[in-house]
C-alpha cells in the first residue's frame, strides 16, 4: 500500500507540475509571439487573418489538418505584390483564432470560411489554395458555392476515398500521437514538437491548438463524406493538381510501397474534379509541398491568375 500511494502521489505531482509548466509557459508565449494579422468575430468566433493586395481576384489559402495560417508565409512572399489580393487565416481553434462549438468537419469549416469571407468584403473570383485537409475544404468550399470560385490548387490535397484505400495506419503510433494531444492541458506535446518556426512551435503548443487538431483528426472521416464527389462535379473551373513524389508508372520502377502508389492514384484521381485540370508532380517525398518548394506552389498560382488577365 506504501508503493502504491507512493506511487500514486509522484503522479499527482507530475500532473501538477506539467499543468503549472503549460500554464506558465502559455502566459509567455502569448507575450512574445503576438498576432501579425487582424481578427474579426463571426458567429461569436474571433478568427485571426491576413488580408493584403488590391485586384479583382484574391487568393485564398487553407491549411492542412493542425496547421495554422503561417505555414503559407513562403508561398505568399513569391506572388505579385500588385493587382491581387492575398487572404489567408487560422481555422477556428489553430493558431490565434478561438476555438468554435462547431464540430470539425470539412463541412462546418467550409461554412465558416465563406462567413468569414463575406464578412471580410471577399465575396467572388478567388482562387482558392489548400493543402492535404485545406484541399478537402477547397473541393467542397468549390462545390458548395462555385459562382464565388475562380480556380483551385490542390496542394498535396486529401482525398474523398483515401481512409479506405490506403494502408491502415501504425495503431499504435496514433494512438499514442492522440494520448498526447488530450495531455495538452499538462504540457506534454511542447515535450515532442520540434518546429523550425519559433512562432508556429508556441501556437501548436497550446491546449486549444491541440484539441483542435485532435477534433479535426477524428472527424476526418465525416469530412470525406461530405465530399462524394461525381466526376467532373466542378464543371469547368480551373485546377491545378500539385502532388508530391512522382506519376502511378513512374513510382513502379522505383517502390513497392503499397502508400505510395495509392497515394499517386488518388492524386491522379483529383484530376476528373473538373473537365479543365492539369496535374505536377515534386519528384520529392515531401508532404508540405508549400513550405518545402513554396516556388512550384506560386508558379501554379500565378498560372491561374494569367488565365483571367
Known sequence: MNLIKKVATLVLVLIIAGFIYQTVT??????????SGQFINVEGVN???????????????????????RVWRKVKALLPKKGIRVFSYDRAGLGYSDRSANDRTSEN??????????????????????????GLNAQLFAKNYPQMV????????AHEGQSERLPPANQLQSTVFKMGMRAAPIGIPRLYLSLNDKTEQALKSTTKHQYTLLAESNSFSVSQESISFEPQALGDIPIY???RNSSVEQLKEQT??????????LQNELLALSRNSEQVFTGQKYHSIHLRQPELVAEKIKKLLAIYR
Open 26 to 35: 502559455t502566459h509567455i508565449d502569448k507575450k512574445r509571439y503576438l498576432p
Open 47 to 69: 478568427f485571426h487573418y491576413q488580408l493584403s493586395g488590391q485586384g479583382q481576384y484574391t487568393v485564398v489559402f487553407d491549411s492542412g489538418m493542425g496547421d495554422s495560417q
Open 256 to 265: 513497392s510501397s503499397k502508400y505510395r502508389l495509392e497515394w499517386a492514384k
Open 150 to 157: 475562380a480556380g483551385l490548387v490542390l496542394v498535396d490535397s
Open 241 to 243: 493538381v500539385i502532388s
Open 109 to 134: 469549416m467550409t461554412v465558416e470560411l465563406k462567413q468569414l469571407l463575406d464578412a471580410v468584403g471577399v465575396t467572388d473570383s478567388i482562387i482558392l489554395v489548400g493543402h492535404s485537409l485545406g
